[in-house]
């Protein structure tokens, strides 16, 4: 493990349940004392049925005293798997919980860097190996330890010569299962590499079907995919001549030891130092002792991999957001009180002092300069990549800006509570994302209770309230995969009723209005008229028909203010945006003159 | 197929077995042989225990036999020697079967993966477009993966297991009736305990798996949306709901501990159970003096006993690979049932080069019935001519394109290539001979050469190069790290949207197509440079070939022989763009707009 501190140890998730590892272990220890004792039953009946001591009565004595001893040591059993499972999986839950508390806490930077994939397989996959390594690992580790004492420690005190035998052989059964074992894992990990070369090619030709097809090559594809497949089979064929043979060979390998015991044992039963029952005693042993040998091999690669998935996990667990509440000086209250400044005169709703952003080493915002005034609309426009949407998310303070400062109500974002600053803003993003949850819940999903009075308020605001009603339970209608699947018009619809629900002082659209077509979005913006009067908002859009009656339109290119003014002041200027009016009047020329 | 329900597969279809049987039928030589083996591994494997029996009753006993020291020591070394060579005998032979079936079990899937494959690449591009790739995926990854299991494991597993069931009981019959018959009175009542929590520990193990699927989905959807629910200050909330989700999880792997917990003591309680009854059956019979039991024979039973209760064991992860393995066998031919609507004529009109006189004559077309794209459309393209198809967005356009080289077949009316009906062709010959070329191309991984030449092994060097030449390509393809060879896609390098154009025209050209389709949508991002490379390149690749473009560079329109203007479905006009643009008409309005856009 690396030496670098961490404030999350495996330990000390492990040592919260310290009872639960100790009665397990004691548990684990009874059970293999009394599996280890069980042979001498056998063996004394056999003994005493060989020198004719034997009555039926004393026979059937040890038959239940077997069966009695065996009942034991199960029910041991019973409850060291239940408690050293379950400690696995406890640990797991703790973990797993754990974990997604951080990935609540982590920011934009984290989730731009790493992939929902890998993510997914750090808590599934990574959390199984720990879960493992704790609950098999501790359950099989004791076993195996405890058991191989007991049982070396009873042999070595019945016979030097056969517990010898023994010792050499049991070890040397682990290292070659682990060895194979070990063989096992590369040719499988080729295999697999194999498969994600055929699983990629696949995907590769079924996205690509219409240049596949285009061109006429299909035979082409299919004798590559079987060339790749050939390939595959050749591999797997390399796997199974080392992954059949594992089972028969540690089979081979106990032949070998009855054998062994049969010669070793046998000469001494002829030449009289050895019973019959002590040597059928120790074949038992060598049956006893099969599964904890090779479980040892396999004990091992749990604790590899669970080391390796922990650190992994521990990566998440030790990140660090970069945008978190200041550090409180105990005063949240700050915030609040800059908001009743000195001057009589109310501070901007939101406000730019040259704003630069640089994200991944590039400037993708330049010395932005920007007052919107309380209760006004601003109008963003500008090409695709010139930073609108960056624009938005350094007022609700998704990112920080590199230099210069972003002020809400007069105060700087960074001093403010994230929940605060939050609470004041309503933002629907140009990918609106809605989870699978009924449509009122996600709209009212910035709410703390489902109100169906504002949930309807607000649907009806942004024109969804009549679709509403064709859907199967209305607003209860579940949306996703299984439930209803909505339109893109309708989904911008839902993410704008979702931010009006919030009841915002700050509102903003980014640019919601592109799959709803000009009809519903003048109906929107009639109904706007009155909700937005007390309200800040600023509404990006690539559409004259959304911006013209913003107070005060920018137009943002590669990063920079470029222009601004209201809609009558630009269409006069020429620049983007009154190119961009021209093509949109001659475009809606087009579709509607007969 | 649209929504994909997970069910549970029944244990035994007749149609799907007879499908998957006839996939079998090629290789029924080694699945007998694999058979064979199987028997005589099972009759060797449960003869051993007999011979630690004689070992016991021969040679240990000392009451038991007359012979001296000498002659039981030898006896026992040749003892030994037999037990060593059945047991190698057992390995290889155990060894050549599942190595014989997992041969055939991988040929009997490569069958199935190429022609799901096959089909796949076969199937109408509507499916191709309702269906999303991950899921086409699916049949040919994990679905075809389960039936592998079922053909390697499960089927020969199940015979394996049942020959050695009944090869043990016969041994124990043949060794001693009383003990053996003793032993099967009670067989039923352990099998019967051990299903019983077999299945519960299946039905818990279904209850972990679900609840772990539901975490997953939540888990996923939340990291995906983390950011909006950062912004809507939800963190709390989802956490909660979150940590329900865990617990249940963490509850339901309780109860499954629960009954796994149960599972490996009561098989032991089972199996001393067994070995008690023998203990107390044999060991009485040998007080009274028995003839038949022995300790010997005492001794042979327990190591049956082991030898028994392993298959049962095993037996419902069989049922379970089973059930899986049919739902995937239903799915796969639920796909390999799918209508390919794009047919091949049964005596196609062979193709050795085109003309290029492409007629269109009273096309009616609609991707879902009834909502016509097209509409009635008819033209004649002469052999040679370059033809530009314009209109606003949904007019039609496109739709012209995909018919030409029969990626959809008309409703109503024909498309003619060269005076036969596309439809009269092998539709791979027409593709081959018409060359596409579109603004974002599909680039494959592998090597830039690869993806001019399109894998076609025929086509040189010398000539990718040329074609490559020609169109203006050469020079950037060489300034990259490894020219020809560099890798693209995947761990390679990223190529510009210009310098794809680009490659796009290379690798259509290559193939020296006679008719050229050409999708000239209008793209962003592409610098000035680039663009005038490409322009260039248009002009080349068009001379003195039939070419369709779809135009949006005003450039392009100009330099061709004829323009057809679409609206809604219709041809409305064409002519030249000088013919065109000297009168008020919906050409010139359609050309002032494309004039405004940026590029």
């Known amino acids: ?594 | 197929m649209q929504a994909e329900i997970e069910h549970e597969g029944k244990l035994f279809d007749h149609t799907l077995t007879r499908r998957i049987l006839a996939y079998a039928k090629p290789y029924l030589w080694p699945m007998g042989w694999a058979a064979t083996i199987i028997l005589v591994m099972a009759l060797i494997h449960s003869y051993m225990p007999i011979l630690i029996k004689t070992a016991i009753d021969e040679y240990l006993i000392p009451t038991s036999s007359s012979k001296d020291a000498d002659a039981r020591l030898s006896g026992l070394t040749g003892v030994g020697f037999t037990y060593l060579v059945l047991a190698a005998i057992a390995f290889s032979l155990r060894y050549l079967q599942s190595y014989l079936m997992a041969w055939t079990a991988e040929r009997i899937i490569f069958d199935m993966r190429s022609d799901i494959y096959a089909k796949i690449l076969r199937l109408p591009l509507r499916f191709m477009d309702r269906n999303p790739v991950g899921r086409l995926m699916t049949r040919v990854t994990s679905d075809v993966d389960a039936m592998q299991k079922m053909v390697s494991d499960g089927l020969v597993g199940l015979v394996a297991d049942l020959f050695a069931l009944i090869a043990i009981m016969g041994f124990m019959l043949y060794l001693s009736p009383t003990l053996a018959v003793t032993l099967f009175a009670v067989f039923p009542v352990l099998f019967g305990i051990m299903t019983w929590i077999n299945i519960n520990t299946r039905r818990a193990h279904r209850q972990v798996r679900a609840k772990q699927s539901s975490l997953n989905a939540y888990l996923q959807e939340m990291i995906t949306g983390m950011l909006t629910i950062q912004l809507f200050s939800r963190e709390r909330d989802v956490s909660d709901r979150f940590d329900h989700r865990n617990s249940d999880l963490r509850n339901s792997w309780f109860e499954s501990v629960r009954w796994v917990s149960y599972f490996f003591p009561s098989m032991e309680v089972l199996n001393a159970l067994s070995v008690a009854l023998v203990l107390a059956v044999g060991g009485v019979a040998v007080v009274q003096g028995s003839d038949t039991i022995t300790i010997g024979v005492m001794v042979a039973f327990l190591a049956y006993i082991r030898d028994f209760f392993r298959p049962l064991e095993d037996l419902s992860d069989k049922s379970t690979v089973f059930q899986s393995a049919m739902a995937s066998a239903e799915r796969i031919f639920g796909l390999m049932d799918q209508d390919e609507e794009v047919r091949e004529p049964e005596h196609p009109v062979p193709i050795e080069q085109f003309r290029g006189h492409v007629e269109f004559q009273s096309v009616w077309f609609a991707y879902s019935k009834e909502e016509w794209v097209l509409r009635d459309v008819t033209f004649d393209i002469h052999p040679g001519e370059s033809v530009a198809i314009v209109g606003a967005t949904g007019a039609g356009k496109t739709s012209i394109i995909s018919l030409i080289n029969r990626f959809y077949d008309v409703q109503r009316g024909a498309v003619r290539v060269d005076g036969h009906d596309v439809r009269e062709y092998s539709q791979y010959a027409l593709r081959r001979r018409i060359g596409v070329v579109i603004q974002d191309p599909f680039i494959f991984s592998g090597s830039i050469a690869d993806n001019i030449r399109m894998n076609n092994p025929a086509i040189t060097r010398a000539q990718v190069e040329e074609s490559a030449r020609y169109v203006n390509a050469h020079r950037f393809i060489e300034a990259l790290p490894d020219g020809y060879d560099a890798l693209v896609q995947e761990r390679g390098i990223t190529l510009s949207t210009g310098q794809k154009q680009l490659l796009a025209l290379a690798r259509a050209l290559v193939q020296d197509p006679d008719i050229l389709l050409i999708l000239d949508e209008a793209t962003a991002n592409v610098d000035t440079e680039s663009e005038q490379l490409i322009q260039d390149a248009l002009k080349k690749v068009m001379r003195g070939r039939t070419s369709i473009l779809i135009a949006h560079r005003l450039s392009t329109i100009r330099g061709v022989d004829r323009i057809m203007v679409m609206r809604q479905g219709e041809l409305i006009e064409q002519g030249t763009h000088r013919q065109l643009i000297g009168h008020e008409g919906y050409y010139r309005r359609l050309y002032e707009l494309l004039a405004h856009r940026p590029v």
């Open chain 1, 1 to 594: 493990m690396k030496a670098k501190s961490s404030q999350y140890s495996l330990w000390s998730y492990v040592l919260a349940h310290r009872g639960q590892v100790v009665q397990g272990t004691l548990l684990v220890a009874a059970s293999v004392a009394i599996t280890v004792s069980a042979p001498f039953i056998t063996r004394f009946a056999i003994d005493a049925l060989v020198d004719g001591s034997a009555t039926w009565p004393k026979i059937i004595g040890y038959a239940v005293l077997y069966l009695g001893a065996v009942a034991l040591s199960a029910i041991m059993a019973l409850g060291m798997r239940k408690i050293l499972l379950s400690l696995g999986h406890q640990v797991e839950y703790e973990v797993r919980r754990d974990l997604f508390a951080r990935l609540a806490l982590l920011d934009y930077y984290f989730y731009s860097r790493e992939r929902t994939g890998d993510l997914m397989t750090k808590m599934t996959s990574d959390l199984n190996a720990v879960r493992e390594f704790v609950g098999q690992g501790i359950l099989q580790g004791a076993r195996t330890t405890i058991g191989f004492l007991l049982a070396f420690g009873v042999m070595f005190a019945i016979n030097t010569q056969l517990a010898l035998v023994m010792l050499f052989l049991l070890p040397a059964t682990s290292v070659l299962f682990f060895l194979l074992l070990s063989i096992i894992r590369r040719r499988y990990e080729e295999t697999q590499a194999q498969f994600s070369r055929i699983s990629n090619f696949c995907q590769e030709s079924f996205a690509g079907i219409r240049t596949v097809r285009g061109y006429g090559i299909e035979d082409r594809y299919n004798s590559l995919f079987a060339g790749l497949n050939e390939h595959y089979i050749a591999l797997k064929m390399a796997l199974s001549r080392v992954e059949r043979p594992l089972w028969p060979v540690m089979g081979m390998f106990f032949s070998f030891g009855v054998v062994l015991i049969l010669w070793v044992g046998g000469r001494q039963v002829i030449a009289g130092q050895l019973t019959v029952g002590e040597f059928v005693q120790f074949s038992q042993y060598l049956f006893i002792l099969q599964w904890p040998m090779l479980a040892l091999g396999w004990t091992v690669n749990l604790l590899q991999r669970g080391l390796g998935s922990w650190d992994r996990i521990r990566a998440i667990l030790d990140a660090e957001p970069q945008i978190k509440d200041a550090p409180t000086d105990g005063s949240s209250t700050k915030a609040l009180s800059l908001t009743t400044p000195l001057t009589s005169q109310e501070p901007d709703a939101v406000s730019f002092k040259h704003v630069t952003l640089c994200l991944g080493g590039v400037e993708v915002l330049k010395g932005i300069d920007l007052q919107v005034p309380k209760g006004q609309t601003l109008g963003i426009t500008g090409p695709t990549g010139s930073g609108k949407t960056l624009l938005a998310m350094l007022i609700a303070r998704l990112l920080d800006p590199t230099s210069g400062q972003v002020l809400v109500k007069g105060c700087d974002v960074r001093e403010m509570r994230l929940g605060e600053l939050r609470a004041l803003i309503g933002m629907a993003p140009q990918e609106a994302f809605l989870f699978s949850d009924t449509l009122a819940n996600n709209i009212a999903f910035g709410l703390e209770d489902t109100n169906p009075d504002i949930v309807f308020a607000a649907a009806e605001l942004a024109e969804l309230h009549t679709d509403v009603k064709a859907f199967p339970d209305q607003f209860e209608t579940l949306l996703g995969e299984r439930g209803v699947t909505l339109s893109g018009g309708q989904r911008q619809r839902a993410a704008i009723s979702r931010a009006l629900a919030r009841d915002p002082e700050i509102l903003i659209l980014d640019d919601v209005f592109s799959a709803i077509d000009t009809q519903t979005e003048a109906a929107i913006q009639a109904r706007f008229q009155s909700f937005l009067t007390s309200r800040t908002t600023l509404i990006i859009s690539h559409r004259i028909s959304s911006l013209r009656h913003a107070n005060r339109i920018i137009v943002l290119q590669d990063g920079r203010i470029t222009q601004a003014g209201t809609h009558r002041e630009l269409i006069q200027m020429p620049g983007y945006y009154r190119e961009l009016d021209e093509i949109q009047r001659l475009q809606a020329e087009l579709e509607h003159t007969p």
